[in-house]
């Protein structure tokens, strides 16, 4: 099994931005019936422990639940760091735990990609008093997969799924089967929805998600056909492009095809870079052979100046 699934998914601000593994699924239950109360749920009598002498029977007060401190929250982080959209999916709490819910969500954003575990806790504040609305749910499961506790993970987008009836989440979940050394269960959940009726980008997430867990099943021929669909176009860049191309290197540099993978590392990186310098749509633009070519010239020049540098050294 592949031991680096797909962790670059983000908790979700929304409004134009949406978020990019461990086994923790809880204490296991005992047997059936073990320690069940009886007598109105007092302990059978003959189970009650005997008191020694000058002991009471007096119950100890102390809290057996420990208190759960929440991580700190920089003043200046306000609800207005979310998008609306996600604001008005807390609208359902009251005011005061709309506020705190959404503060400890915008932490978790913002802590995600350098401070993974950091972030988790802001998650896990924010599940304790808003833990019925999806966004919280979702960002639960985002950082628990970030953290590497696929259980939880895969738990977490179970539920937000059945409280927001959607599937945009499925590629994580894929992805959280894989992390959990189960990679046919994954593709078993990879087709138990038509592929036909998610988004586009999820779409491209999905094929990426199932060719990983054909490498962890050895079967990189498959894993390469998993790729090969509609959105794997050189000539054009969408924000899903660059993950796409990547992983299609990566697949062929795994069947030995290193000529080609270089090609496709290449597109990757035209791609990400014409995506990231583009302000006018950043989510789709023309990529033009000759910036394919630039790009070839300018790792050229590069190699002439690297070269060039060496005869002068040996000359010295």
Same mark, same amino acid.
């Not at 709490?93 to 350098?114: C, F, G, K, P, S």
């Not at 966004?135 to 937000?160: K, N, S």
């Given at each position: 099994?592949?031991?680096?699934?797909?962790?670059?998914? @983000?908790?979700?601000?929304?409004?134009?931005?949406?978020?990019?593994?461990?086994?923790?699924?809880?204490?296991?239950?005992?047997?059936?019936?073990?320690?069940?109360?009886?007598?109105?749920?007092?302990?059978?009598?003959?189970?009650?422990?005997?008191? @020694? @002498?000058?002991?009471?029977?007096?119950?100890?007060?102390?809290?057996?639940?420990?208190?759960?401190?929440?991580?700190?929250?920089?003043?200046?982080?306000?609800?207005?760091?979310?998008?609306?959209?996600?604001?008005?999916?807390?609208?359902?709490?009251?005011?005061?735990?709309?506020?705190?819910?959404?503060?400890?969500?915008?932490?978790?954003?913002?802590?995600?990609?350098?401070?993974?575990?950091?972030?988790?806790?802001?998650?896990?504040?924010?599940?304790?008093?808003?833990?019925?609305?999806?966004?919280?749910? =979702?960002?639960?499961?985002?950082?628990?997969?970030?953290?590497?506790?696929?259980?939880?993970?895969? @738990?977490?987008?179970?539920?937000?799924?059945?409280?927001?009836?959607?599937?945009?989440?499925?590629?994580?979940?894929?992805?959280?089967?894989?992390?959990?050394?189960?990679?046919?269960?994954?593709?078993?959940?990879?087709?138990?929805?038509?592929?036909?009726?998610?988004?586009?980008?999820?779409?491209?997430?999905?094929?990426?998600?199932?060719?990983?867990?054909?490498?962890?099943?050895?079967?990189? =021929?498959?894993?390469?056909?998993?790729?090969?669909?509609?959105?794997?176009?050189?000539?054009?860049?969408?924000?899903?492009?660059?993950?796409?191309?990547?992983?299609?290197?990566?697949?062929?540099?795994?069947?030995?095809?290193?000529?080609?993978?270089?090609?496709?590392?290449?597109?990757?990186?035209?791609?990400?870079?014409?995506?990231?310098?583009?302000?006018?749509?950043?989510?789709?633009?023309?990529?033009?052979?000759?910036?394919?070519?630039?790009?070839?010239?300018?790792?050229?020049?590069?190699?002439?100046?690297?070269?060039?540098?060496?005869?002068?050294?040996?000359?010295?």
């Amino acid at each position: 099994m592949s031991d680096n699934p797909r962790g670059d998914r @983000r908790p979700p601000r929304r409004d134009g931005e949406r978020g990019r593994r461990g086994d923790s699924a809880g204490p296991k239950q005992g047997p059936r019936g073990a320690g069940k109360p009886t007598h109105a749920g007092k302990p059978h009598p003959s189970m009650a422990p005997r008191l @020694r @002498r000058g002991e009471t029977a007096e119950p100890d007060n102390k809290s057996v639940r420990p208190r759960l401190e929440d991580p700190p929250i920089p003043d200046e982080v306000t609800p207005n760091d979310l998008g609306k959209d996600v604001r008005n999916e807390l609208k359902t709490l009251t005011a005061e735990n709309q506020e705190y819910v959404a503060r400890h969500l915008a932490m978790a954003a913002r802590l995600i990609d350098e401070d993974p575990a950091t972030a988790h806790l802001h998650a896990l504040s924010a599940s304790r008093r808003g833990g019925r609305i999806g966004v919280v749910r =979702e960002t639960l499961a985002i950082t628990a997969y970030r953290t590497a506790d696929y259980a939880l993970a895969l @738990r977490e987008l179970r539920t937000y799924r059945r409280i927001t009836g959607k599937d945009d989440q499925l590629p994580l979940m894929v992805d959280s089967e894989r992390g959990l050394g189960r990679p046919e269960r994954a593709l078993e959940l990879a087709r138990s929805v038509p592929r036909g009726t998610l988004p586009i980008p999820v779409q491209v997430e999905l094929a990426i998600a199932m060719s990983g867990a054909r490498l962890d099943l050895g079967q990189p =021929e498959l894993a390469l056909a998993e790729l090969e669909i509609p959105q794997l176009d050189p000539d054009v860049a969408f924000s899903w492009s660059p993950g796409l191309f990547d992983a299609y290197a990566t697949v062929l540099e795994e069947l030995g095809r290193a000529d080609e993978a270089a090609e496709w590392y290449r597109r990757a990186d035209v791609a990400s870079a014409a995506l990231t310098t583009d302000e006018d749509d950043e989510d789709f633009i023309e990529v033009f052979e000759d910036e394919l070519l630039e790009a070839d010239a300018s790792e050229g020049d590069d190699h002439d100046a690297d070269d060039g540098a060496g005869s002068a050294g040996g000359a010295e």
